[in-house]
Nanobody, 123 residues
Framework: QVQLVESGGGLVQTGGSLRLTCVAS????????MGWFRQAPGKEREFVAT????????YYADSVKGRFTISRDNDKNTVYLQMNNLKPEDTAAYYC????????????????WGQGTQVTVYS
C-alpha cells in the first residue's frame, strides 16, 4: 500500500504561483510513475501532468503547458508541481497519484491517490 499526502494549496491572485508537494509513504515509489490531476466543482477530473520514474520524461495537459512544471525527488519519495502564472480556471482540488510502470494521462490507470489539496485563484 502507498499513502499519498498533498500540501501547498491555497488562495492566490491571478498571475501568482504555488508549489504543490505530494509525499508518498508505505513503500518507495522510485520505480512508479507519478501524476497530478485536478477536479473543479461540477466538472470531471482531468489530467494535469505526469512524470516517469527517473524524472527524465514528463508530459503536460495543453492547458498548463509552459506554466506548470512537474518534478520529483526519489530520495524523498516526493513529487512536486510548480504552478506559475495561475489563472482562475486553474481553480480546483489537485490530486497526486502513482502507478507502476510508465506514465499515462488516464486517471483509471493510477493505483493510489492522495486526498487532494485545494487551489483557488481569484481575479
Amino acid at each position: 500500500q502507498v499513502q499519498l499526502v498533498e500540501s501547498g494549496g491555497g488562495l492566490v491572485q491571478t498571475g501568482g504561483s504555488l508549489r504543490l508537494t505530494c509525499v508518498a509513504s508505505g513503500r518507495t515509489v522510485s520505480s512508479y510513475a507519478m501524476g497530478w490531476f485536478r477536479q473543479a466543482p461540477g466538472k470531471e477530473r482531468e489530467f494535469v501532468a505526469t512524470i516517469g520514474w527517473s524524472g527524465a520524461s514528463t508530459y503536460y495537459a495543453d492547458s498548463v503547458k509552459g506554466r506548470f512544471t512537474i518534478s520529483r525527488d526519489n530520495d524523498k519519495n516526493t513529487v512536486y508541481l510548480q504552478m506559475n502564472n495561475l489563472k482562475p480556471e486553474d481553480t480546483a482540488a489537485y490530486y497526486c497519484a502513482v502507478k507502476p510502470g510508465g506514465w499515462t494521462v488516464t486517471a483509471e490507470t493510477y493505483d493510489y491517490w492522495g486526498q487532494g489539496t485545494q487551489v483557488t485563484v481569484y481575479s
